[in-house]
Structure formats: C-alpha cells, structure tokens
C-alpha cells in the first residue's frame, strides 16, 4: 500500500515543476502598430502637415489603432480561453 503522504509529496513536486517557468504570453507584433497608428495620428498634428495630409494621417492612424486595439483584445482573450482552469492564473 502506497503511503498517502508520499503520494501528496510527489504531487507538490508535479505542481512545482509545472510552475517552474512563469507564464509567457506569445510574440506579438500588436504593440509596436499600435505605438506606430499613435505616432501617425500625432504627426497629423503638426503644424506643417496638419494643413495638408493632416486628416488623412489621422484617420489612417485612428483605423490603425482601432485594429490593433481589436487584434490584441482578441489575442489576449483567445490566450485567456487557452489557459488551464487550475492553475492560478
């Protein structure tokens, strides 16, 4: 007959070594075009291309930031839904 507190033992070192490395999210290019449709909208702004091109960058930038504000919300909420329910995270 096992013994029950080996039992619980081997399963703590089960848990341990699967919390051994933190939880990543993956690679992702979502961050650096939202930083770049911000950066696009606030050239639009200046006062040199703000008479010219200026709305046109705005809205090229405000469409740009609204798909990458959607693509990373449903990234992150796929990566949510992929997650083990136990675990703690």
């Known amino acids: 007959m096992s013994d029950p507190v080996e039992g619980h033992r081997s399963d703590a070192a089960h848990a341990d070594a699967e919390h051994a490395t933190p939880h ?7 961050p650096l075009t939202l930083a770049l449709s911000l950066a696009v909208i606030f050239v639009g702004f200046l006062g040199q291309v703000r008479d010219t091109i200026g709305p046109t960058m705005w809205l090229v930038g405000l469409i740009g930031l609204i798909v990458s504000i959607a693509v990373w919300v449903r990234g992150s909420i796929h990566e949510y839904r992929s997650l083990p329910e136990e675990g703690g995270h």
Request: no cysteine; net charge neutral; charged share 0%.
């Open 24 to 30: 990543l999210p993956s690679n992702s290019w979502t």
